[in-house]
């Protein structure tokens, strides 16, 4: 089994990565997190991989990291997740706002994904919980009781040191705007800290 890839970024598209490795070119089926940062072609690029058989086919999916890689193979483990509906999971949520939400059982926050219904997100919820490490994630059950868009600016504060508490009052002060976007969020609700850290 290929477990890991280290090599050099030959092409990219919208959902996958070539990397080079002893003169192979190797597809492989990456989040949007790794395509966002994998740099530019020629640049050296080391994914965690997952080789997937099926009868016709052979897919190797890539991550960044080992707690992507282990939270992927157990999205696997749920009834009527394949791979494509993993990665989407992984590329639209990121994966402590995933285990959050499979911690507080917010079907909302998993419905989010295009092609994950209400019946699916459940089945992740009761298929996952209590199986995932929830140790690691660093603001445990600070996003419980948000949506989405709110988890993902409470996120993005908390990375940025400002401690949960002060990350939901921020969110909760922020303007109910639908029409802002999540980095606008990010920005206003820096604004009311007085610009940041």
């Known amino acids: 089994m290929i477990a890991s890839l280290d090599g050099v970024l030959l092409a990219q598209d919208d959902s996958t990565v070539v990397v080079g490795v002893g003169g192979v070119g190797l597809r492989v089926r990456v989040p949007t997190t790794v395509l966002d940062q994998a740099g530019a072609l020629g640049s050296r690029i080391s994914l965690h991989t997952h080789l997937h058989v099926r009868e016709n086919e052979l897919a190797l999916y890539g991550f960044k990291t080992e707690a992507e890689l282990d939270l992927f193979e157990q999205l696997l483990n749920v009834k009527g997740v394949g791979p494509r509906m993993a990665i989407g999971i992984l590329s639209r949520i990121s994966p402590e706002t995933l285990?959050?939400?499979?911690?507080?059982?917010?079907?909302?926050?998993?419905?989010?994904?295009?092609?994950?219904?209400?019946?699916?997100?459940?089945?992740?919820?009761?298929?996952?919980?209590?199986?995932?490490?929830?140790?690691s994630v660093g603001v445990t059950g600070a996003t419980a009781g948000f949506g989405?868009?709110?988890?993902?600016?409470?996120?993005?504060?908390?990375?940025?040191?400002?401690?949960?508490?002060?990350?939901?009052?921020?969110?909760?002060?922020?303007?109910?705007?639908?029409?802002?976007?999540?980095?606008?969020?990010?920005?206003?609700?820096?604004?009311?800290?007085?610009?940041?850290?």
């Open 99 to 135: 285990r959050s939400a499979i911690a507080a059982g917010q079907v909302d926050v998993l419905t989010q994904v295009p092609g994950v219904g209400r019946r699916t997100a459940q089945q992740m919820i009761v298929d996952l919980k209590g199986k995932l490490d929830l140790a």
């Open 148 to 197: 989405f868009a709110d988890a993902e600016v409470i996120e993005a504060l908390t990375s940025l040191g400002y401690s949960a508490a002060e990350a939901q009052a921020a969110v909760r002060a922020l303007p109910a705007d639908a029409g802002l976007t999540t980095e606008e969020r990010i920005l206003r609700a820096l604004q009311g800290f007085g610009g940041g850290r």
